[in-house]
């Protein structure tokens, strides 16, 4: 079982920056794939966000995050982060932290179904 729990989230002026933490606990941590996936209000899809490999070698995201967002990850310290800069009013969701365990340390997908575990989420509002 692996234990998922963010932080960083809040309210934040469009153009602002946020800077979201995830600690992880039960499990090697080196052995995980991490990401970030995100829930806009009102909808019912979760919307994948970036997703970063067991070891770092590889980092993907979203064309809606592209370039704005940066996810890392510290394998020491069992976390994985989200920084988020120029922030829009379409990024206001509750975002969670995900793992997946596949022992394969180039995996990096973004279907949803294919992380074990979730987080609770924090949330992040991005005023106009």
């Known amino acids: 079982q692996v234990q998922l729990v963010e932080s960083g989230g809040g309210l934040v002026q469009t153009g602002g920056s946020l800077r979201l933490s995830c600690a992880a606990s039960g499990r090697t941590f080196s052995s995980l794939t991490m990401g970030w996936f995100r829930q806009a209000p009102g909808k019912e899809r979760r919307e994948f966000v970036a997703a970063i490999s067991e070891t770092a070698v590889i980092t993907v995201y979203a064309d809606s995050v592209k370039g704005r967002c940066t996810i890392s990850r510290d394998n020491a310290k069992n976390t994985v982060s989200l920084q988020m800069n120029s922030l829009k009013p379409e990024d206001t969701a509750v975002y969670h932290c995900?793992?997946?365990?596949?022992?394969?340390?180039?995996?990096?997908?973004?279907?949803?179904?294919?992380?074990?575990?979730w987080g609770q989420g924090t949330q992040v509002t991005v005023s106009s």
């Open positions: 995900v793992a997946s365990i596949s022992g394969d340390p180039y995996y990096v997908p973004r279907a949803e179904l294919l992380y074990d575990y």
